[in-house]
């Protein structure tokens, strides 16, 4: 798109796989569309372009499917089945497809009932994505639960992280404050050609997130690290 927002092109993903040139040509305007269009309406399905088509080599013969090298490399890793993981997210132990019901539309359960013999035998990929969505959000009870434990976990055992108090040289308040300045908008008004964007770049543009020029989008003051030396 350009930067008055009008649609220059639409691109077909499976057409630019291992083909980095559109990026180096088109990188403004990518960003600019991506940033810019709506996502499609979420589903239990995964969109052709990655469960058909991906790394399809050219028009005439056939792709890889992501959620089936997904499913494999959870087995090869030795990922616990989606029962499992749905325990270890506090909820109820199915016994048999009938418990899953709890979470997961009855026509969902009925077609893994149709591909798996036992619901212990559930890919997590699979159970997971076919989950009802907790509202206010884009997945289901056990892959929330998984991602939010994880990003949890990465936060507190990293001792760097820049919220935590007890390292040796923690930030002061002010310093905290202007890095919560920190936003993908201002990123790219600081590192690309992008004049205009929404303050918050991952919502689509409304009244309450118009486009603005990238002088209005809060930037880190740098001042806030400046040392102070006591000279006699």
């Known amino acids: 798109m350009t930067e008055?927002?009008?649609t220059i092109k639409e691109l077909v993903l499976s057409e630019y796989f291992n083909a980095p040139s559109i990026i180096i040509k088109k990188f403004e305007e990518l960003l600019i569309g991506a940033v810019t269009h709506s996502s499609r309406k979420e589903d239990e399905n995964f969109d052709r372009e990655i469960a058909d088509e991906l790394f399809r080599p050219n028009r005439t013969t056939f792709g890889m499917s992501l959620p089936g090298i997904d499913i494999q490399r959870a087995r090869d890793h030795g990922v616990p089945p989606y029962n499992d993981l749905r325990e270890k997210c506090g909820l109820p132990r199915?016994?048999?497809?009938?418990?899953?019901?709890?979470?997961?539309?009855?026509?969902?359960?009925?077609?893994?009932?149709?591909?798996?013999?036992?619901?212990?035998?559930?890919?997590?990929i699979v159970g997971g994505a076919l989950e009802n969505n907790i509202p206010g959000t884009l997945m289901g009870p056990t892959f929330l639960c998984l991602m939010v434990n994880q990003f949890l976990l990465s936060q507190k055992s990293d001792r760097f992280f820049y919220l935590n108090r007890k390292q040796e040289?923690?930030?002061?308040e002010g310093?905290?404050?202007?890095?919560?300045?920190?936003s993908i908008a201002r990123l790219m008004c600081d590192h690309t050609g992008v004049q205009k964007i929404q303050k918050q770049a991952f919502l689509q543009?409304?009244?309450r997130n118009s486009l603005v020029d990238c002088r209005h989008i809060p930037a880190v003051d740098l001042s806030a690290w400046k040392e102070k030396w006591n000279v006699a």
Do not use: C, W
């Not at 040289?169 to 002061?172: D, E, Q």
């Open 94 to 124: 199915a016994n048999d497809f009938g418990d899953l019901i709890d979470t997961t539309p009855y026509p969902a359960i009925v077609k893994m009932k149709k591909v798996y013999k036992h619901v212990d035998d559930i890919d997590p």
């Open 175 to 182: 310093q905290i404050k202007e890095i919560k300045k920190a």
């Open 4 to 6: 008055e927002r009008k």
């Open 205 to 207: 543009i409304s009244k």
């Open 169 to 172: 040289y923690p930030f002061t």
